[in-house]
């Protein structure tokens, strides 16, 4: 017979408490319906049975992938509340070293350090111990304990792995089920998908018989308005291309790249080329002989977006105008896709026009002798035979035959000075000269006719020094003449006025009258040849003019590198007139 030791009080107590544990986490464990209740319960037990304050559970096979469950047992929620929350903060988080010994020994570990707290808060030792599946470790239990601690007993470390395994298990068969269950839900979605997807597979294969139908029936229809199109294309290029060779001027059209994509037979014709030649901008620009860059100007066309004209080319024995126009793509493109180049033969035209400018100048210089010799003579009979004739009549036909002697020879010069200033026959002085001195001599001149009308004419005073004009003196006197006598002719009430300013690197001379005005329609057509300022375009007689004065104006202005322009008019309201004159370099700062 085998003799038992007797088992003392405090060791039956022990046993009895260990055993007590053992049940409370397997009932922990079975009971719960949720892993983290029985989680719960079973660090509550624990802690129970070991005094420690705090208990906290990890899941994970390695240090590296180690994550808290978010399941912690505080023996006094607000004692411990500083503790918690830097815990939350991570600064307790579990050596990696140590869990990876934890984990891969199976056995409990300690590490003392004061950790966090003071007094009855104070944390001295941590300890950790494996929770244990079937395989391996799969999460690690975390208790801190407030005094500190050398080593973990053995019967300590068996019932810390005996709790550890109890919940592995529990956590393992878990996450079966939840795998099973997640794998029975996701078959059944899967088959109820493959049987919408079936569904849906001879749904789109029906569609698909009847779509290819359709795109047959389409593509036919397609083939069909592509036909038609092409053949409207057709026609319309034919049309296009017969009405480009029927017109009477050389025409091209190119593309932004400056490559011919069309040219006419007046073209052709124009340069001396053959139907089988083939025609680029180069070579037209060598036919002009460097008088014309088409490049060049088709550049500048096509960035500003406009027409520009050349009034005259010299081609051999041939004067020619030419316009670069732009190709704009219309609607919302707005884009240039090339140019078109035209071509006028005006040979006969200019021929025409330099026969009658020359008719023009020897008439006028023909006729001018013989109408001094009849002004001299009106005038002569005027002043000394005036008291000799005593018929009225004989005399006041006198005085028209001297008036319009004085009107003819005025025409006549006017005749000369066109035909000269547009054939460049006349030289332009450069001399410096007081503006402000001439435009008093000028109105010196004009006053006894503004003083006939009852008209004021005033040179309005400038504020500071006006410098220096650098023109042809004469020519100027006549602009001023011209001006100034243009308004007080077409003014019936008020008078003229002129005024003088500087501006950047010209005097800008201003003639304005309180006349009868230029209406918007004839505006345009100021400073053409024979055009009056007057509202009547075409009235010659009106006020004796001859429709020069303008014209020649801006000649001479332009020639002495100046502008003239009308700055404004209105009916009734009267006109403001200006011109530039450059002002002498050594005025200018």
């Not at 005094?147 to 550890?164: F, R, V, Y």
């Not at 004209?309 to 024995?317: R, T």
């Amino acid at each position: 017979m085998t003799v038992l030791p007797l088992v003392g009080e405090k060791e039956t107590g022990l046993i009895m408490s260990r055993l007590n544990l053992i049940v409370a986490i397997t009932a922990a464990i079975q009971e719960s319906s949720k892993s983290e209740i029985a989680f719960q319960r079973a660090l509550r037990a624990i802690r129970a049975y070991t005094g420690w304050p705090i208990g906290h559970i990890y899941f994970g096979k390695s240090a590296n992938d180690l994550i808290s469950s978010g399941v912690w047992s505080y023996s006094g929620y607000e004692k411990f509340s500083a503790f918690r929350q830097q815990a939350l903060e991570g600064k307790f988080a579990p050596s990696l070293s140590l869990v990876d010994r934890v984990l891969l020994l199976r056995q409990p570990l300690l590490a003392n350090l004061p950790l966090a707290g003071k007094g009855e808060e104070a944390i001295e030792t941590v300890i950790y111990a494996p929770i244990i599946g079937k395989d391996s470790a799969v999460g690690l239990m975390e208790f801190f304990s407030a005094k500190p601690m050398e080593e973990i007993s053995s019967s300590l470390a068996n019932i810390l792995i005996l709790a550890g395994k109890q919940i592995g298990r529990f956590f393992e068969e878990k996450e079966f089920k939840n795998l099973r269950e997640k794998m029975a839900e996701e078959s059944e979605t899967l088959n109820a998908d493959l049987d919408n997807f079936s569904k849906a597979l001879l749904n789109i294969l029906e569609d698909a018989r009847e779509l290819g139908k359709q795109l047959v029936e389409e593509k036919r229809n397609v083939e069909q308005k592509v036909i038609e199109r092409t053949r409207e294309l057709a026609e319309e290029q034919a049309r296009l291309v017969a009405s480009i060779n029927a017109l009477s001027f050389g025409f091209v059209i190119a593309d932004i790249g400056h490559r011919v994509l069309l040219g006419n037979k007046a073209m052709m014709e124009l340069f001396g080329l053959n139907d089988s030649d083939e025609i680029t901008v180069d070579q037209i620009s060598k036919f002009l002989g460097g008088h014309f860059d088409i490049k060049m100007e088709a550049e500048r066309c096509l960035k500003g977006g406009i027409v520009c004209e050349i009034k005259e080319i010299i081609f051999g024995k041939k004067f020619l105008r030419g316009i670069v126009a732009p190709i704009v793509m219309k609607q919302d493109y707005k884009e240039v896709i090339g140019y078109v180049l035209l071509f006028e033969n005006i040979t006969e035209a200019k021929v025409i026009e330099r026969s009658r400018e020359e008719f023009f100048a020897v008439a006028s210089h023909e006729l001018r002798t013989p109408l001094t010799a009849i002004r001299g003579n009106a005038t002569l009979i005027k002043d000394f035979y005036a008291d000799k004739i005593k018929n009225k009549e004989i005399m006041a036909m006198i005085s028209d035959i001297h008036e319009a002697s004085e009107r003819l020879i005025r025409i006549v010069y006017d005749f000369l000075d066109a035909s000269a200033l547009e054939q460049r026959k006349i030289e332009f002085k450069k001399e410096q000269f007081d503006i402000i001195a001439l435009i008093k001599e000028v109105a010196r001149d004009l006053k006894g006719m503004a003083k006939a009308k009852k008209l004021y004419l005033n040179l309005e005073k400038t504020d500071v020094a006006l410098p220096m004009a650098v023109a042809d003196k004469d020519r100027t006197k006549q602009v001023l003449f011209n001006f100034i006598s243009n308004g007080i002719n077409y003014t019936q009430k008020g008078g003229v006025s002129i005024k003088v300013e500087k501006q950047d690197k010209f005097l800008k001379v201003y003639v304005s009258d309180t006349g009868i005005g230029i209406s918007s329609e004839n505006q345009a057509l100021l400073f053409r040849k024979f055009q009056q300022a007057g509202e009547k375009m075409l009235t010659r007689d009106a006020t004796k003019g001859t429709g020069l004065g303008l014209y020649i104006s801006k000649l001479l202005v332009e020639s002495m590198a100046g502008t003239i322009e009308l700055v404004k008019s209105q009916p009734g309201a009267g006109s403001v007139f200006n011109f530039t004159l450059p002002i002498a370099s050594r005025f200018l700062s």
